[in-house]
């Protein structure tokens, strides 16, 4: 398989990580204290890299799963804390896939120019990250329909105008909502995840919305869009696994003990040459992610999907434990990029489903072949 890149991929790359590596530096990170910032926000939306995934059709760029990858691995090397993810990537391409032309019209140029966020509301509790489980519900009225229900760890709600929601209609059809997060009846429960991204309870109490908000029969597109997500988050761990590999052997060659830097032990050589080969292991599956997440084959896509959630599952937890083991105390200070890097990997590790989960369901499909 050819994984060489063409010219205007490679132009994407590079100037995201041009203007990340200017505008995004660990310094500028640390004062995002709310994990959100305008600035930045809009930074991204001059660069196009909101309207990557818009289609053509509606003054988008039309990017592929493999320009995401792109992105999101270079949003990974600088840790982004925007939901670039969330908003950009899962709500922009549900809601191209399932609005109407009067939906995608009034929403995508929005979500393209930055001026609005939107993220998915979708998971609750209780469903370990079983997307087909859903209690939120849908009652039809007069005008509109009525929510009630409990979404969990929704990433990015408190920085969102706009959630879209997912519930049970009367039939059991899955619908989306598109609800204002200023709709009375929604209430916000916020706090920040173990890696600095903000997250929120969403509870929805006798919440009303008009029929303009209905994406319906979202079955098939919230699959698509999970399985884009998984890609587009193994791409992520990627950039960080690169960023973590890179400084922890810049730090054994400067870190002296005995006289004598820490790089030139044997011991701690064949670790880091174990590291590499987990990096490398994991872009690989990154590539086979990105390249499978839009297959008509539902079964080979899934199975590829989670075995690049596997293989990039384990890369996390053994270059994350290994650099910071590597670095000593200062791998788990707040000063030391390491301790950034390391927490977000462990967050990715169990995002869209653990690496044990994955495992069984590669398992499952195998039998089932």
């Known amino acids: 398989m050819d994984f060489t890149f063409h010219d205007e991929q490679n132009m994407l790359l590079e100037t995201t990580r041009r203007y990340l590596g200017k505008d995004y530096d660990f310094a500028k990170r640390q004062q995002i204290i709310d994990g959100f910032s305008a600035t930045a926000w809009q930074g991204f939306a001059d660069l196009g890299l909101l309207a990557l995934q818009v289609p053509e059709a509606d003054d988008g760029l039309g990017g592929t799963p493999v320009d995401t990858l792109l992105v999101m691995t270079a949003m990974g090397e600088a840790l982004v804390l925007e939901p670039y993810l969330a908003s950009a990537v899962m709500a922009t391409t549900l809601i191209a896939q399932l ?18 966020i939107a993220v ?25 329909f009525v929510l009630n229900g409990q979404k969990c760890l929704v990433a990015h709600a408190s920085s969102a105008q706009l ?7 009367p039939d059991d059809r899955i619908a989306v909502f598109g609800v204002p997060c200023t709709t009375a009846g929604v209430r916000l429960v916020s706090y920040q995840t173990v890696d600095g991204v903000p997250a929120s309870e969403v509870y929805l ?36 696994l690169d960023k973590l590999l890179a400084a922890t052997v810049s730090y054994a060659r400067d870190r002296q003990q005995f006289g004598v830097v820490i790089g030139k032990f044997q011991a701690l050589q064949h670790r880091m040459a174990d590291m590499v080969l987990h990096c490398e292991q994991a872009r690989s599956m990154s590539f086979l992610a990105a390249v499978r997440c839009t297959d008509a084959d539902l079964a080979q896509r899934a199975a590829a999907l989670s075995a690049a959630k596997v293989v990039i599952g384990q890369a996390c937890r053994f270059v994350g434990q290994q650099a910071v083991q590597l670095h000593g105390g200062m791998g788990v200070t707040d000063e030391l990029i390491v301790s950034h890097y390391f927490k977000r990997l462990m967050a990715i590790e169990l995002q869209f489903g653990s690496t044990d989960q994955h495992l069984e369901a590669f398992a499952a499909q195998l039998k089932a072949a």
């Open 99 to 116: 609005g109407t032309a009067q939906q995608r019209a009034a929403l995508l140029p929005a979500l393209l120019d930055g001026s609005l």
């Open 163 to 169: 959630l879209l929601v997912s519930a049970l209609l």
């Open 120 to 144: 998915p509301a979708h998971d609750e509790a209780g469903t370990r990250f079983d997307w087909t489980q859903i209690a939120t519900r849908a009652t039809p009225m007069a005008d509109g």
């Open 205 to 240: 109490d006798q919440v009303v919305v008009t029929s303009d908000a209905l994406f319906d029969h979202a079955g098939t597109a919230l699959a698509d869009m999970r399985d884009r997500a998984l890609a587009a988050v193994c791409a992520e761990a990627v950039g960080i």
